[in-house]
């Protein structure tokens, strides 16, 4: 639950970038969609360090520093990119510079932060825990959304660049304090309470090779391998509509920037929904099909798909189309596929050698931070491109959804066919005596 409470605080910082300040940008500074979505790119290509960070957090043996540092440049890189509003319709140019840093100092900040996170759950929880775990930080990150974009919303209109800067302001020092509160004497408890049950932590390695090592030893784990090109295609599609529903709010059914900040809300409490149902029906139906994580990760990406196909009726119809219920649907969908996921992912870091944990968070996270950075960029790119064409708004929309429904598809492919998403496909003989693999919710 502390270290819940941590990932909270990342995910209201980060909510507030990607979602309001792209609205802002592209509909209240009338700037080219491509530049938020060629910013956003950027702090998740900037992700890219994460095995680094990952294996550095590894060798040093401790990961509090690191997450405190990660939060404390996430949010000083957040109060940046906010203040670049109010140069980027006066002087662009410079504006986009300040933009530029920020969202750099965000994507170092996340991987800093959030891989250190997520190695010190893998690392630190006994294994029949880790699945339940790694639920329970997600889903109180969602919940950390949810109440960020609800009452971010409320103060947000009428809109003035001042009253953005407030509101990230006080949202960046709730979320550090916050996460100092949460990460006080938590990481010598845990580490004392395994020190019974697990081996020591390995001596530091300073050769070299030995980051690169580490990281080709990920990578020819097949089971590895094959589970992060899944994380790849289906980040690519979850992060294709990332940018463009605000956006599409405010231009097809003409909300108001408090409006489409609560709607990012509604869609984050579809997700919520979605990962509690994925985690009480993972529990009610332990052992049969219907609690196989390979299931629920197919079914929820099928269903994001679904209310996908919805939105596109959605773009075309416009108002008084229920568009808040399409939204939640989606959200819905996502969490499914998102809890699943993320059981196996905690599952198959723990199974690797003790001591790489972070690496192996590493290597996920950067081909998710890759994903995002493409799918976000994207969705903007071909809203500008199909714009720049003479396409009629609705019809833009309705293609990059159409677009991203079919990488859902390809997603869900790939999941039938991901061993370690199911308990049943002899996954306990494959891991040849390491510790047992409990992948129920």
Request: hydrophobic share 55%; net charge neutral.
């Amino acid at each position: 639950m502390r270290l819940g409470l941590v990932q909270t605080s990342i995910g209201a910082i980060v909510v507030l970038m990607t979602s309001t300040l792209n609205r802002v940008m592209t509909v209240e500074l009338a700037l080219p969609a491509m530049l938020p979505g060629a910013l956003v790119a950027l702090h998740y290509l900037v992700q890219l360090s994460r095995p680094g960070f990952g294996h550095a957090s590894d060798q040093h043996g401790r990961r509090t520093p690191w997450i405190l540092g990660g939060i404390a440049l996430l949010g000083l890189g957040a109060l940046i990119a906010t203040a670049s509003t109010g140069v980027l319709t006066t002087q662009t140019p410079i504006g986009v510079v300040i933009a530029t840093v920020g969202f750099t100092f965000i994507g170092a900040g996340v991987g800093a932060g959030g891989t250190s996170l997520l190695a010190l759950l893998a690392a630190e929880v006994p294994d029949e825990r880790r699945a339940a775990a790694g639920a329970i930080v997600w889903i109180m990150m969602i919940v950390g959304f949810v109440l960020t974009t609800i009452i971010a919303g409320q103060f947000l209109d009428p809109f003035s660049v001042p009253r953005l800067l407030t509101v990230t302001a006080v949202v960046v020092g709730a979320a550090l304090l916050l996460a100092l509160i949460a990460l006080i004497g938590l990481e010598p408890y845990r580490t004392g309470v395994n020190a019974e049950t697990r081996n020591v932590r390995p001596k530091k390695d300073a050769t070299p090779n030995a980051f690169r090592d580490a990281v080709r030893g990920v990578w020819d784990d097949r089971r590895a391998r094959h589970f992060t090109v899944f994380v790849f295609v289906s980040m690519l599609a979850y992060s294709t509509q990332d940018l463009i529903l605000e956006p599409f709010a405010a231009l097809v059914f003409d909300y108001s920037i408090g409006e489409t900040t609560r709607l990012a809300g509604i869609q984050n409490q579809g997700v919520l929904l979605g990962m509690l149902a994925i985690a009480i029906a993972g529990t009610r139906f332990a052992g049969s099909p219907l609690g196989s994580l390979r299931f629920w990760t197919v079914a929820g990406c099928s269903g994001s798909a679904l209310a996908l196909a919805v939105l596109v009726w959605a773009s075309l119809a416009g108002p008084p189309w229920p568009l808040p219920e399409t939204v939640f649907a989606l959200g819905f969908s996502n969490g499914v596929f998102a809890v699943a996921a993320i059981a196996s992912m905690m599952a198959l870091a723990g199974a690797g050698p003790h001591g790489q944990e972070g690496v192996r968070m590493g290597v996920w996270g950067a081909a998710q931070a890759i994903a995002f950075a493409a799918g976000g960029f994207l969705g903007t790119a071909l809203y500008d491109s199909f714009t720049a064409l003479g396409f009629e708004r609705g019809y833009v929309y309705a293609l990059i959804f159409i677009t991203e429904a079919a990488i859902f598809l390809a997603a869900a492919g790939l999941a039938t066919r991901i061993e370690s998403l199911s308990p049943h496909h002899g996954v306990r003989e494959e891991l040849k005596g390491n510790a047992t693999w409990r992948l129920t919710s």
